[in-house]
């Protein structure tokens, strides 16, 4: 143990980089697994239709027209900050919320998991994930 302790302080450089390595390690591992708790796979979305979600398309109305997963609403920012008015009776059960990549889906579910929405997730990887897994969309 001493030579551990001779060694951290003849090579100080090396120990607080070692540290901070180490820290960015365990905050990415934990960020990880908290997104991955409020976010679905394409086939877990499959199986939350199954069981009456409701979808929610962050995406502009031109783009909603052009292919969406079946059965999904199209709403923008605002309406989702307003969603606890409007969507009172899914506060309860499943809603997933989705965009072309996933990049803003994580706002929207922290925005409605505030607003009461006890079961508000995000499509893991967005539309893309959707249609890389070769999954259908309908206009």
């Given at each position: 143990?001493?030579?551990?302790?001779?060694y951290l302080s003849h090579h100080p450089w090396l120990?607080?980089?070692?540290?901070?390595?180490?820290?960015?390690?365990?905050v990415y591992e934990l960020r990880t697994r908290a997104?991955?708790?409020?976010?679905?796979?394409?086939?877990?979305?499959?199986?939350?239709?199954?069981?009456?979600?409701?979808?929610?398309?962050?995406?502009?109305?031109?783009?909603?027209?052009?292919?969406?997963?079946?059965?999904?609403?199209?709403?923008?920012?605002?309406?989702?900050?307003?969603?606890?008015?409007?969507?009172?009776?899914?506060?309860?059960?499943?809603?997933?919320?989705?965009?072309?990549?996933?990049?803003?889906?994580?706002?929207?579910?922290?925005?409605?998991?505030?607003?009461?929405?006890?079961?508000?997730?995000?499509?893991?990887?967005?539309?893309?994930?959707?249609?890389?897994?070769?999954?259908?969309?309908?206009?």
């Amino acid at each position: 143990m001493d030579r551990f302790l001779e060694y951290l302080s003849h090579h100080p450089w090396l120990t607080t980089g070692t540290a901070v390595v180490a820290a960015l390690l365990v905050v990415y591992e934990l960020r990880t697994r908290a997104e991955s708790r409020l976010s679905v796979s394409p086939q877990d979305l499959i199986r939350l239709m199954g069981q009456g979600a409701l979808l929610l398309d962050l995406r502009p109305a031109e783009q909603y027209r052009l292919g969406h997963v079946a059965g999904a609403r199209q709403m923008d920012g605002a309406q989702i900050l307003k969603a606890a008015d409007t969507l009172k009776k899914y506060k309860e059960k499943p809603v997933i919320v989705y965009d072309d990549t996933g990049s803003l889906t994580g706002a929207a579910v922290r925005q409605l998991n505030a607003q009461g929405f006890t079961q508000a997730v995000a499509l893991r990887g967005g539309l893309a994930a959707w249609r890389a897994d070769h999954q259908p969309l309908v206009r």
